[in-house]
């Protein structure tokens, strides 16, 4: 059973690729959409992002069967809050936040009595963010992780089920899993790579043009994954700090114990977490979230504008 009518508050990366994927996917649900800025609202017009763009959240979400949060982590309990007395009856609220618990304090208090709240993530984006940066295909075989909390079962499957016709492989999780996992395989990665970038610029010895023209495919990856959205990741940080705080303290165990076998030259205890480490790669190629193409799948223009490692 799908929703006859969406409502989309935010319409940046993941709400313009829900849209474009339900486009793709063949469903005749009215959707609207509604955003802050009216720069924004403009460019959804424009670009024909949703049936309707209002003016205001309130607007959007009149009717709604399915309400999708999908603004930053720190605002979503605000945006509840504003649009709890216009929710119907009946319909679904979701999120698309990357962090489960703080979004579950800030929103659950707002949902009135005969709505649903099913949290959800879909584990999908690009360091690229606004409303014309979504494409149908975000979704295809990325997962999307659904935190029920509580939630009614005919709710949850009816979300589950919304997912998977965009592509999205689901997976239900609990909430302090959720945030811990993502603390592992998103959070702290990102935060490793503001950092090596803030390294760079902060290492006088090697010049803002050195570290342009000679940065290789590793360096170059860091640059894009710390071009994300700074206001989402600072929520994301800020809201899901346990988490994080325990991944950081593991990792610096680990930097440590590297750290400790360069300086006392043990390349045994370095070629083993090597091995060790490469074998988690190819783990992730064989699940199909990542392609084993040379360098990584990026495509090589001719020489004159190749992009070299």
């Not at 649903?116 to 940066?133: C, L, Q, W």
């Not at 492989?169 to 935060?191: G, I, K, W, Y």
């Amino acid at each position: 059973m799908t929703y006859r009518r969406v409502a989309l508050i935010g319409l940046g990366l993941i709400a313009s690729s829900m849209f474009w994927a339900m486009r793709r996917a063949g469903m005749d649900a009215h959707v609207t959409g509604y955003a802050r800025s009216e720069e924004t609202r403009e460019t959804a017009r424009r670009i024909g992002l949703c049936d309707t763009v209002c003016d205001s959240a309130e607007e959007a979400v009149k009717d709604a069967d399915l309400v999708v949060l999908a603004v930053p982590v720190g605002a979503m309990g605000r945006v509840a809050e504003a649009i709890a007395p216009y929710l119907k009856p009946g319909c679904t609220v979701t999120d698309v936040g990357s962090v489960k618990k703080a979004v579950i304090e800030a929103v659950g208090p707002h949902i009135p009595e005969g709505v649903d709240f099913v949290p959800a993530h879909p584990m999908a984006g690009t360091e690229h963010s606004g409303p014309e940066s979504g494409f149908a295909s975000l979704f295809d075989n990325r997962w999307c992780l659904i935190v029920p909390d509580g939630a009614r079962e005919e709710a949850t499957d009816r979300l589950e089920a919304y997912w998977r016709a965009l592509g999205a492989n689901t997976q239900r999780m609990e909430v302090e899993h959720h945030d811990l996992v993502c603390a592992v395989v998103s959070h702290v990665p990102h935060l490793i790579a503001y950092t090596m970038v803030g390294v760079a610029d902060d290492l006088r010895r090697v010049s803002d043009q050195e570290v342009i023209k000679f940065s290789a495919a590793g360096f170059r990856d860091f640059t894009r994954i710390a071009a994300s959205d700074p206001t989402m990741w600072r929520d994301v940080f800020l809201t899901n700090k346990e988490a994080s705080l325990e991944i950081l303290g593991r990792f610096t165990e680990e930097l440590f114990a590297l750290q400790r076998a360069i300086r006392t030259g043990d390349g045994d205890t370095l070629f083993d977490y090597f091995t060790h480490t490469r074998a988690i790669r190819r783990g992730i190629v064989q699940a199909g979230q990542d392609t084993d193409a040379p360098d990584f799948g990026r495509i090589r223009k001719e020489q004159g504008g190749s992009e070299q490692g």
